[in-house]
C-alpha cells in the first residue's frame, strides 16, 4: 500500500507530537503535589499507576503511528528502481551447474 505525501507527513507529525505530549504528562504525573498521584506516604496510588499505563500505551500507539508515516515518506522519496517492491516478472529460472 503507497501512502499520499500528505497522510505520511500527517502521520509522521502526529508520532513527533505524540512523543512530545505523552512525555511530558508522563513527567508531570511523576511531579504531581496534589496529592492524586501519590498518597501521603509517597507511595504511587491506583490513579499513578492507571495514567502512566495509558501515557505509556499512547506513547507506544503513536511511535507506530510515527513509524508507518516515517517509511510513507522515506518511500516517496526512494527512486523507485531502488524501491524493495516484489516485481510482476517471473524470477529468472536456475539451471543446475
Do not use: C
Not at 513527533?16 to 512525555?23: D, L, P, Q, V
Not at 498521584?37 to 503513536?62: E, M, R
Request: charged content about 15%; glycine content about 10%; overall charge positive.
Amino acid at each position: 500500500m503507497k501512502l499520499s505525501r500528505p497522510v505520511s507527513w500527517f502521520l509522521l507529525a502526529f508520532g513527533a507530537w505524540s512523543w512530545f505530549i505523552w512525555i511530558t504528562f508522563a513527567k508531570n504525573l511523576w511531579q504531581d503535589g496534589s496529592g492524586l498521584a501519590f498518597d501521603d506516604a509517597g507511595h504511587p496510588t491506583a490513579y499513578f499507576w492507571i495514567h502512566l499505563l495509558l501515557a505509556v500505551a499512547s506513547f507506544l500507539l503513536g511511535t507506530a503511528i510515527g513509524v508507518i508515516g516515517f517509511r510513507g515518506v522515506r518511500a516517496l522519496k526512494t527512486p523507485a528502481g531502488q524501491r524493495d517492491e516484489p516485481s510482476d516478472a517471473p524470477a529468472p529460472e536456475r539451471t543446475g551447474a
